[in-house]
């Protein structure tokens, strides 16, 4: 395994390697006998989200891989003097470990979230792009606020009895981060990754942004226009809040600190 380096963005560590490095250190770790790894990912409105959600912040704080998903993290660690050049996404890992073992062969996925129709998409996409990865289970959740002590142990039972080498999480935030951090002592899984909208984009339920709004740090804005009614808060009212505390961060501590990390084993 690697050590990472990571940056204070408002009052989270987020991580600056690039995706093929954090690619590497996934793959290392799983050589090293890496147990319940966690991978969440940081953006402007589940940092705001996170000051009225402790469990939320801690969730956010404690995973081992916490990567700038969101064009305001870019923006923000630009404005600290910090290194960050480029986002990495959830929907970019699920991808990158896909191709990698695709050429590995021997390892497996189980997805756990969103909804049959979504989950079925996705095992028949892997099925044709990535035969040699292996779903070894999925599990579409009751859509609930919170789920029973049953539904989690059904969940974590069949997480378990499936044995994955990769756990992919799509509960939406910030569900599948906290039900990541209240469960990952009970999941024998090498890598959880709560990665939210990977699953529609995979699937091909929802699209992405073309690459050039993507290298732009302009993809929210086809997801604004599609969908106004769930995303107008998050751009107009989040982004506002983020970037007056990553300012005042800026006035108070000059730029953001960096540590050196690493992944649990």
């Known amino acids: 395994m690697m050590d990472f380096q990571r940056e ?4 989270v560590r987020v991580h600056t390697a690039q995706l ?7 793959d290392d770790g799983i050589s090293k006998g890496m147990r319940d790894a966690t991978l969440c990912c940081a953006n402007p409105h589940s940092l705001v989200a996170a000051q009225q959600d402790h469990q939320f912040l801690t969730a956010l704080r404690d995973a081992d891989i916490l990567i700038p998903d969101g064009a305001g993290i870019v923006v923000a660690s630009k404005i600290l003097g910090g290194t960050i050049t480029r986002r990495i996404t959830g929907s970019d890992v699920l991808k990158g470990i896909a191709e990698r073992w695709e050429r590995e062969k021997g390892r497996s996925f189980f997805f756990l979230g969103s909804s049959n129709e979504v989950l079925n998409k996705m095992k028949a996409r892997m099925s044709r792009e990535y035969p040699h990865v292996s779903v070894c289970g999925t599990y579409a959740p009751p859509f609930k606020e919170k789920f029973s002590a049953d539904e989690n142990d059904r969940m974590i039972d069949a997480i378990n009895l499936a044995a994955p080498t990769a756990l992919w999480v799509g ?22 990754a709560a990665v939210g909208a990977a699953f529609d984009y995979f699937a091909g339920t929802k699209q992405r942004a073309s690459t050039s709004l993507q ?14 009614r769930r995303m107008w808060r998050r751009n107009l ?9 990553i300012f005042r961060q800026k006035l108070l501590f000059g730029r953001s600190g960096t540590s050196q990390e690493s992944m649990k084993a």
Not at 20 to 26: F, G, S, V, W
């Open 237 to 245: 009212v989040s982004t506002p809040v983020f970037l007056y505390y």
């Open 8 to 11: 204070t963005i408002w009052n």
């Open 215 to 228: 290298d732009a740090g302009l993809e929210w804005l086809p997801r604004l226009l599609r969908e106004p």
């Open 20 to 26: 093929p490095d954090i690619l590497n250190a996934i």
């Open 171 to 192: 509960m939406t935030a910030p569900k599948q981060e906290k039900w990541v951090y209240e469960h990952r002592s009970r999941l024998n899984v090498p890598l959880i």
